[in-house]
């Protein structure tokens, strides 16, 4: 059975860093595109970053220039690094990943459980 595990969320102050970890195990066939969302109460979901299999990142204009996401592709995990963060960055983030699980051949949606990340001004 696929699953997505977080890991790395926690209390941290205005400016400081995160680093966030997603693993991907389960019996998988091939990883596509893996990103991060992140929703607060009371609102939708809403992207924050995506790469592609080959590495081409892409993110919400928000984060841009303070997040990096990067993955391994051996290890089938995606990061996300956060830097300079801010309150309105306090969130539950979610990882994302369409995965082809074995022995199937189409991608198929995948979410974890989230992991909190909270920035106190």
């Known amino acids: 059975q696929v699953q997505l595990v977080e890991s790395g969320g926690g209390l941290v102050q205005a400016g400081g860093s995160l680093r966030l970890s997603c693993a991907a195990s389960?019996?998988?066939?091939?990883?596509?595109?893996m990103g991060w969302y992140r929703q607060v109460p009371g609102k939708q979901r809403e992207l924050v970053a995506t790469i592609t299999s080959r590495g081409s990142p892409a993110y919400a204009d928000s984060v841009k220039g303070r997040f990096t996401i990067s993955r391994d592709n051996i290890k089938n995990t995606v990061y996300l690094q956060m830097n300079s963060l801010k309150p309105e960055d306090t969130a539950v983030y979610y990882c994302?990943?369409?995965?082809?699980?074995?022995?199937?051949?189409?991608?198929?949606?995948?979410w974890g459980k989230g992991t909190l990340v909270t920035v106190s001004s």
């Open positions: 994302n990943a369409d995965i082809v699980p074995h022995p199937e051949r189409t991608g198929r949606d995948f």
């Open positions: 389960g019996f998988i066939f091939s990883v596509n595109i």
